[in-house]
Each structure stands twice: as structure tokens, then as C-alpha cells.
């Protein structure tokens, strides 16, 4: 039997989609590892083309180059987000003075919590 969902439980689901999300894009611009770690999914993968080639990254592999990058400033911004049932995905952008990161994000539901599952991203430069 379907049951169809209220406007407060749509508006809940909402917010925890977008809940991992926002840790990646708060989390990212200074650097705070643990908030990092608390958005992805354990077995996250990050990819990424650098020089005409895939790059690949575990989310260990992904926080360290984090925690080595140089502290600049950020503009964060989503620029949309969808789901269904059990996975989402989200598309944000990461201005930064000279280039930008433009990140598309999969999510899932585990146990009531959404986790990003992996991340593609484009470094764009300004």
C-alpha cells in the first residue's frame, strides 16, 4: 500500500539530504578533516580528470590532500539536488579566488542517514 508523505516529513528528508552536503561545503573551505569525514560514506570514491587523465582518490586518500591544500578563501553554493527513495544526488560549486570547483555528489541512505557515496568534480579556472 502507498502512503504519500506530508509536507513537514518532505521538508525533514529535505534537510537531511542536504545535511552531508552542507558539511562537505562548510567543512571544505577550512579544512575541517572530521567534518569531512562524518559526510562521506566509508567507501566514498572522489574522481576527478587531471590532465586528460582519471584520478582516483579513497576518502582517506581525498581528506590528506585536503588537509595539505593551502587555507583559501571560499564561496560555497549548491546549485541543485534531487532524490529518490533511498539515493540522491547533488550538483555545488567551490569559488575560490583563482579557480572553482564544480562537484556532482551521490548519496545514500544508510540506517537514516545520508552519506555522500562519491563525488566527481571539475576544477575550473577563473
Not at 582518490?57 to 539536488?81: G, N
Not at 544526488?89 to 541512505?109: C, E, G, M, Y
Request: aromatic share 10%; with cysteine; hydrophobic share 40%.
Amino acid at each position: 500500500m502507498e502512503t504519500t508523505a506530508t509536507k513537514t516529513e518532505i521538508e525533514v528528508e529535505k534537510q537531511s539530504i542536504l545535511l552531508p552536503v552542507n558539511e562537505y561545503l562548510e567543512g571544505r573551505p577550512v579544512k575541517d578533516i572530521e567534518r569531512l569525514r562524518r559526510a562521506f560514506h566509508p567507501d566514498a570514491c572522489i574522481r576527478m580528470v587531471v590532465d586528460g587523465k582519471l584520478v582516483q582518490w579513497t576518502v582517506p586518500q581525498y581528506l590528506d590532500a585536503v588537509a595539505k591544500a593551502s587555507l583559501q578563501e571560499c564561496q560555497p553554493e549548491i546549485l541543485s539536488y534531487t532524490w529518490d527513495g533511498d539515493t540522491a544526488s547533488a550538483h555545488v560549486r567551490l569559488t575560490f579566488p583563482t579557480f572553482r570547483f564544480i562537484d556532482r555528489f551521490n548519496l545514500v541512505k544508510l540506517d537514516g542517514k545520508w552519506l555522500l557515496m562519491d563525488k566527481i568534480s571539475y576544477r575550473q579556472p577563473l
